[in-house]
């Protein structure tokens, strides 16, 4: 079966520079609240998420929990501060926020290819810009709307990043997310399933109406930073042949279809 991917970072580089990355690569499964990061602590490893969706939080203290200040999914990577420079302590931790699977490199393997291939560091340096941006749009966003309002925004970057329109997300999680106490998110989920713009259960969220839900966001529904990597990745690759296609990979979640394409194909 071919090796193959769906993080758009990687479908952004040409056949010669996956295959010399493929030896270096390892499909590992994300759970639920697992740490790959802390913050403070130097990354020994880069994860390129495929299925699923990581949260980088800030401000987490003994009494406090943090908060998420940018999201990252299929459309980047995770712990890759280090190829910017010497080793340096990571300003966030990240936390696996929707399970999936992921490709891991080590920082060592990844620095190095990262310096021998110019389309790799330009599809890093790409990323890199959209992650800034992102957590730019975040700040303003924050300080302008209400919580309903961010509770959409981050329920329509979510479904951008996953495709599934089903989010695995409690409300607790997401609370802890947003920086806000749990009953507000009760109050605000609870309003838009009544407006028939989602449908909650037992920790899960199911998207109806995502059209609804970008008319409540407006102008900041996260679009242009998840849209613009997913973009360029659909502009450079075309559509995958069946051929191509595994209905199921090593890692992937039961129930979730993953079109992937093979790593090394130009």
Known sequence: ???????RVLLQLPGDVLSAMRPYLTRVRLVFGQVLIEAGSASEHVFFPEVGV???????SETRPGV????????????????LGPAAPNFVSAVSQI???ALRISVHDLKRLFEQYAPLRDACMMFFQTLIAQTMQNAAYNAQRSLSDRCVRWLLMTDERVDRGELPITHEALSRILG?????VTVVASALQEEGLIRVS????????????ERLAGDFNGSPDANR?????????????????????????PNVQATYVPLGAA
């Open 180 to 184: 806000v106490r749990r009953a507000g």
């Open 229 to 253: 990597e997913l973009a360029t990745a659909r502009d450079r690759h075309p559509p995958v042949q069946p051929s191509m296609q595994a209905s199921i990979q090593p890692g992937i979640p």
């Open 1 to 7: 079966m071919p090796y193959s991917t769906t993080n």
């Open 99 to 101: 399970p999936g699977p």
């Open 68 to 83: 998420q200040v940018a999201m990252v999914g299929r459309e980047g990577m995770v712990g890759a501060l280090a190829l």
């Open 202 to 213: 037992r920790g899960r969220i199911t998207i109806l109406n995502r059209a609804g839900l």
């Open 54 to 60: 990581v949260s980088l939080v800030a401000g987490t």
